[in-house]
């Protein structure tokens, strides 16, 4: 039996079962936070795929060649955005492409990259290394559900997002049964509540600058973008919100009026918190808002995040909407980087690397006066796929503009979605695309 916690239940005034005033919030773009959630387009498929040709082999370091006809066999269940040939050829510097000598049928066959596989074999350590922290954010999430068990499926969509290992029903719960049941429904149950872990990450970061008591007012770090101005009346009310006493999300608010200040406040808590659990502070707003429904939260958790702009920033990049924690980043960089996320970027680096020694050999030959494309096959990379990755990148450029028409966002000029798309810009954040977002609750 779960042991039963007293909660401490505030009083009520007034002001705090006030609901959210009828106003409207723009939505300015954050160039920067744009960038930390574009930089990691096609990491997840890059991270199957690398994996398919990695962890099927009984001999990791040394894998052998894998057909390309089994990667198109499986291409559906690691959701590759286009033809496997065409994405493979996307990373000549993370998969091998060759045709096997004869008398082998001329099909071509795919390894990974001597480059690939030292990152692999880095991202299990890292892994292994975690495995206790992975466990306890896997077990505060479980806290924060009312009924102590989340769907395993749901689980298997926060998996990314959580730094968990893909094989994690094997080689993470049963490492830790006093933490974790699955039931006979598939459902991951909690085994024991921590008391200690029921810390927010808020109230740890409150203990360590001082002068924070349990269920005392707490303040959320407030963060725009770049040209945001919150009208004087929401400006106000946010003033009056911050001040309201803080409930930690691993407490039971039913006694919360549902359309209060202070309910809306725990369930900024809430959000803030599972978003915090994350290793890369930031997670798909469906899969949000699809959690938030299993950890007890009122229907409109979308409003309550347009709500306050200042704590939560909705990305459109890569064709779907993105929720980041904006005290979390300092620009694109994360402010605490875990180490799975440290090795996700040396991952992101090498899917670049081919793109950047191109851009630089053609810089160089441009420069002596000598005709681009000579000689690019002396460092693998081929003019044919140069082109191909161009047009890859021109078409999810227009993607993009089809996805901002469809969210409602205001369309910008040709150059500033080139800008958008440029992953070195380094100019100073510039806010041109602003939308009004409906509020009122």
Same mark, same amino acid.
């Given at each position: 039996m779960l042991p039963f916690f007293p909660l401490r239940r505030p009083f009520l005034s007034p002001s705090q079962t006030r609901s959210f005033i009828d106003a409207r919030i723009k939505w300015i773009r954050d160039r920067a936070l744009d960038h930390a959630v574009e930089?990691?387009?096609?990491?997840? *498929?890059?991270?199957? &795929?690398?994996?398919?040709?990695?962890?099927?082999?009984? @001999?990791?370091?040394?894998?052998?060649? =894998?057909?390309?006809?089994?990667?198109?066999?499986?291409?559906?269940s690691l959701s590759l955005p286009f033809r496997p040939i065409r994405f493979l050829r996307l990373f000549p510097s993370a998969f091998i492409e060759r045709l096997p000598s004869p008398p082998s049928p001329p099909h071509p066959v795919i390894s990974p990259s001597p480059s690939l596989v030292r990152l692999h074999n880095a991202e299990l350590?890292?892994?292994?290394?975690?495995?206790?922290?992975?466990?306890?954010?896997?077990?505060?999430?479980?806290? &924060?559900? +009312?009924?102590?068990?989340?769907? =395993?499926? &749901?689980?298997?969509?926060?998996?990314?997002?959580? /730094?968990? *290992?893909?094989?994690?029903?094997?080689?993470?719960?049963? @490492?830790?049964?006093?933490?974790f049941h699955l039931s006979d429904s598939l459902d991951l149950e909690l085994v024991c509540y921590r008391k200690d872990l029921a810390v927010?990450?808020? !109230?740890?970061?409150?203990?360590?600058?001082?002068?924070?008591?349990?269920?005392?007012?707490?303040?959320?770090?407030l963060h725009f973008s770049r040209g945001f101005d919150l009208e004087k009346k929401v400006r106000k009310w946010v003033e009056e919100w911050q001040r309201l006493p803080y409930i930690s999300p691993y407490e039971d608010a039913s006694h919360l009026a549902p359309k209060s200040d202070l309910?809306?406040?725990?369930t900024v808590a809430v959000l803030h918190e599972v978003l915090s659990l994350t290793v890369g502070k930031k997670m798909e707003k469906e899969? =949000?808002?699809?959690?938030?429904?299993? &950890?007890?939260?009122? *229907? /409109?958790?979308?409003?309550?995040i347009a709500h306050h702009p200042g704590i939560f920033y909705v990305s459109n990049k890569l064709r779907t909407h993105t929720v980041v924690l904006r !005290?979390?980043?300092?620009?694109?960089?994360?402010? !605490?980087?875990? +180490?799975?996320?440290?090795?996700?970027?040396?991952?992101?680096?090498?899917?670049?690397?081919?793109?950047?020694?191109?851009a630089k050999s053609k810089d160089r030959k441009?420069?002596?006066?000598?005709?681009? /494309?000579? /000689?690019?096959?002396?460092?693998?990379?081929?003019?044919?796929? @140069?082109?191909?990755?161009? @047009?890859?990148?021109?078409?999810?450029?227009?993607?993009?503009?089809?996805d901002d028409e469809a969210y409602g966002m205001d369309s910008e000029d040709e150059e500033s979605d080139d800008e958008d798309e440029d992953e070195g810009d380094s100019s100073p954040m510039q806010n041109r695309n602003t939308r009004k977002i409906s509020s009122s609750i």
């Open positions: 930089k990691e387009k096609h990491l997840k *498929p890059f991270l199957a &795929l690398k994996d398919l040709l990695l962890l099927s082999s009984p @001999n990791p370091s040394s894998p052998p060649p =894998l057909p390309l006809s089994s990667i198109s066999a499986a291409a559906s350590d890292a892994v292994s290394s975690s495995l206790p922290d992975l466990a306890d954010r896997l077990l505060r999430l479980l806290m &924060l559900s +009312p009924s102590r068990r989340l769907p =395993l499926r &749901l689980i298997h969509l926060l998996r990314f997002d959580l /730094g968990l *290992p893909r094989d994690f029903p094997r080689s993470l719960l049963p @490492n830790y049964p006093d933490y927010s990450a808020m !109230e740890r970061y409150a203990a360590r600058t001082g002068g924070y008591k349990r269920g005392s007012p707490l303040s959320f770090s309910a809306e406040k725990w899969i =949000l808002v699809s959690i938030g429904e299993h &950890l007890g939260l009122l *229907p /409109g958790l979308r409003k309550v !005290e979390a980043y300092r620009r694109d960089l994360l402010v !605490e980087k875990h +180490p799975i996320m440290g090795v996700r970027y040396q991952y992101i680096h090498l899917m670049h690397l081919a793109k950047e020694i191109g441009s420069r002596r006066g000598m005709k681009p /494309g000579i /000689g690019d096959d002396a460092i693998g990379f081929e003019d044919s796929k @140069n082109d191909e990755y161009d @047009n890859d990148d021109d078409d999810e450029e227009e993607d993009d503009d089809d």
